[in-house]
């Protein structure tokens, strides 16, 4: 099992920025990546970004050139830092690990609780 705890939600203005942080904890043994998913009312869940243990990283087309996911491997964290948001954002952004692959678009094995992130215009 993995345990996630992310951090960093909040309300902003349409052009600022927030940096979501997910903290890991429990038996990596299963996975090699940890994503950021979102969930906008009405909306299915979508993958933003990922990152494979080895360095690999993936971002959706909307999220090229304003959002960037990292990690700390000595803290077991990994970070999403959005820049120039937009209203279209807004959404809860959920954390999650599972193994890297091509299903990643449609879900991986476990997840966060979720944070709220708020772009108002």
């Known amino acids: 099992q993995v345990q996630l705890v992310e951090s960093g939600g909040g309300l902003v203005q349409a052009g600022g920025s927030l940096r979501l942080s997910c903290a890991a904890s429990?038996?990596?043994?299963?996975?090699?990546?940890l994503g950021w998913y979102r969930q906008a009312p009405g909306k299915q869940r979508e993958l933003v970004a990922a990152?494979?243990?080895?360095?690999?990283?993936y971002l959706a087309d909307s999220a090229k050139g304003r959002f960037t996911i990292s990690g700390d491997k000595a803290k077991n964290t990994v970070y999403l830092q959005m820049n120039t948001l937009k209203p279209e954002d807004t959404a809860v952004y959920y954390c999650?690990?599972?193994?890297?692959?091509?299903?990643?678009?449609?879900?991986?094995?476990?997840y966060g609780k979720g944070t709220l992130v708020t772009v108002s215009p």
């Open positions: 999650a690990a599972g193994h890297y692959s091509p299903s990643i678009i449609t879900g991986m094995d476990y």
């Open positions: 429990g038996d990596f043994s299963s996975i090699n990546a």
């Open positions: 990152i494979r243990s080895g360095g690999n990283t």
